[in-house]
């Protein structure tokens, strides 16, 4: 045989061959290793060997045989480069995978892990996925997440970005929770709202998967006979998957899986990869669950943990309110007995002499002080009395303006200047009358030290949402607010009686009623007085 060609030769240049390019000048020297990875796909060797069948060269049919099978070992061979590829890439993907569901206990995050690796292209590259939970309150299935294209243009504008961003699973999960979740679950609405199954519908296909714990690729599905015709009109696809979500032994939910836009099929190996997947990801969304109902359990009890304490507090309070109540009264009773007799005696002594009697002076200083006397023992027990508020609904605007009238004369002798400005058109307020009277009078000509120049008093009310709000600017006392909340104390102030025990009163009167009351006080702007007033009987409790 005349060998035209150089398959057999031991040694070759690079360009005697037409198969060896840059990278394989080993094979320039290697005989065997030439043949093996180059000549038998070589047109020159192929010649040869039609040369060695037409002249019946016995080792023609040999080389032949041997060349079929070099092919069929290569192809398989690349196959199963192929298939560990795709498999490392698998594992790749499930490790990521699972070490982002297993580090994460919040809901949100595990879905948009879970349902972003169903439908990414680096993940099981579906083109669709809606998530189904079991409320086990309900008992029912129903739909509560989507993710996934609606047509054409849609899905190649996500494919392109995807591909431009180049992100991995756990940055694309990011990116969708935080820039698409809402989106995703607004734009699958419709769809969601349908998804609704009981768990008791033990014939429907949903719920045969699920009972069934493993995963299922429905095909035909307008003409399969256990698929409801509304279900395959919803999905509007003719294949779709159900993937069951089971954590020990306990049905989470259900996912369904589909490629609506290329409709590529849905393989066993798609079905038993996504089976894989389903394990972790049920046991994720459960532990997921449980740490939010955790969360809202733990919230609860902090936050009844602190109403008891409030509650409590509130009890020792109003026992204390009410001991200083009881001595007040008993006190006051046995004072204001001798004290009018006292007073009574000094008015008609007082009454009966004439102006130039040397003692008129005395019995004046006796009635005077009489008086001031009566005053303390009326604010005692309205101290007492203030423990047992009555409210009814009262207007306001007129309160304050009769409280303005009362309080005018001594004001105006003070050389105090006041000015109110009413709202207009408010509405009827939910008080005890009497008890806010008696505190804005007493906010009004109370004897705090600290006079300053500007003898100003302002009023005003107006509507704040539901409620009415006071306000009270006294720029005539100027004391610090450390001062001003000792006096806000009962019977704080000893050496003046008056001093103290009228606003103490009246922060005692106001609180009973769950009236927000707050004092504001600065040495140099004066005292701000604001009284918040609810509008409705539901506000108290």
């Not at 060997?49 to 079929?68: C, G």
């Not at 008993?330 to 009018?340: D, F, Q, Y």
């Not at 009395?385 to 409280?403: C, G, H, K, M």
Request: charged fraction near 25%; proline fraction near 4%.
């Amino acid at each position: 045989m005349d060998q035209k060609y150089c398959w057999n030769s031991d040694e070759i240049e690079q360009a005697d061959c037409p198969k060896v390019g840059a990278g394989d000048e080993e094979l320039l020297v290697s005989k065997q290793q030439r043949r093996l990875e180059k000549c038998g796909e070589c047109p020159r060797f192929t010649s040869d060997l039609k040369q060695m069948h037409s002249e019946d060269n016995p080792l023609a049919p040999l080389l032949s045989d041997l060349l079929s099978e070099n092919h069929r070992q290569k192809s398989q061979i690349q196959s199963l480069v192929s298939f560990l590829d795709n498999k490392t890439m698998e594992m790749r993907f499930l490790h990521e995978l699972g070490s982002v569901l297993q580090s994460s206990v919040d809901l949100e995050e595990v879905l948009s892990v879970a349902l972003t690796a169903i439908t990414a292209g680096k993940g099981f590259g579906m083109n669709r996925a809606f998530l189904l939970l079991c409320d086990r309150e309900t008992d029912i299935l129903k739909g509560y997440l989507g993710i996934g294209p609606r047509n054409m243009e849609e899905a190649c504008q996500v494919w392109n970005e995807i591909i431009q961003n180049d992100m991995d699973l756990q940055t694309l999960s990011q990116n969708f929770r935080l820039n698409k979740l809402s989106s995703e679950r607004a734009k699958f609405h419709d769809v969601l709202e349908q998804l609704t199954i009981p768990l008791a519908n033990k014939d429907h296909i949903v719920i045969k998967a699920l009972d069934g714990r493993h995963p299922i690729v429905v095909q035909g599905a307008f003409q399969h006979p256990d698929v409801p015709p509304e279900l395959a009109r919803l999905l509007g696809v003719d294949t779709f998957l159900l993937m069951p979500l089971i954590s020990r032994n306990r049905r989470i939910g259900m996912i369904i899986a589909d490629n609506c836009i290329t409709n590529q099929a849905i393989t066993e190996e798609d079905m038993r990869s996504l089976e894989t997947f389903g394990f972790p990801v049920a046991f994720a969304i459960e532990r997921a669950s449980l740490y939010e109902k955790l969360q809202v359990e733990l919230n609860r009890v902090t936050e009844v943990g602190k109403k008891l304490k409030e509650q409590q507090e509130l009890i020792v309070r109003m026992e204390n309110m009410a001991l200083v109540g009881r001595i007040t009264s008993s006190i006051a009773h046995s004072v204001r007995n001798p004290l009018m007799i006292i007073g009574g005696f000094a008015r008609a002594m007082l009454k009966n002499s004439s102006a130039s009697d040397p003692k008129r002076t005395f019995v004046e200083s006796i009635v005077a002080e009489t008086h001031q006397l009566e005053g303390v023992l009326d604010e005692i027990l309205n101290y007492s009395d203030s423990l047992y508020p009555t409210r009814d609904f009262w207007d306001v605007n007129q309160l304050i303006e009769a409280t303005l009238r009362d309080t005018a004369d001594m004001l105006t002798s003070l050389g105090y200047a006041t000015g109110y400005s009413p709202g207009q058109d408010l509405p009827p307020v939910y008080i005890d009358f009497k008890q806010l009277s008696y505190c804005i009078r007493t906010l009004l000509q109370n004897d705090i030290n600290g006079i300053g120049t500007e003898l100003s008093i302002a009023i005003s009310t107006q509507k704040e949402d539901d409620r009415i709000i006071i306000r009270i600017e006294d720029r005539s006392r100027h004391i610090s607010q450390a001062e001003f909340n000792h006096l806000l104390t009962p019977f704080a102030e000893t050496r003046d009686l008056g001093a103290g025990l009228g606003l103490a009163l009246c922060k005692t009167m106001l609180e009973k009623q769950g009236i927000p009351f707050v004092a504001l006080a600065d040495e140099y702007s004066g005292i701000h007085y604001t009284i918040t007033l609810p509008t409705s009987k539901e506000e108290h409790v």
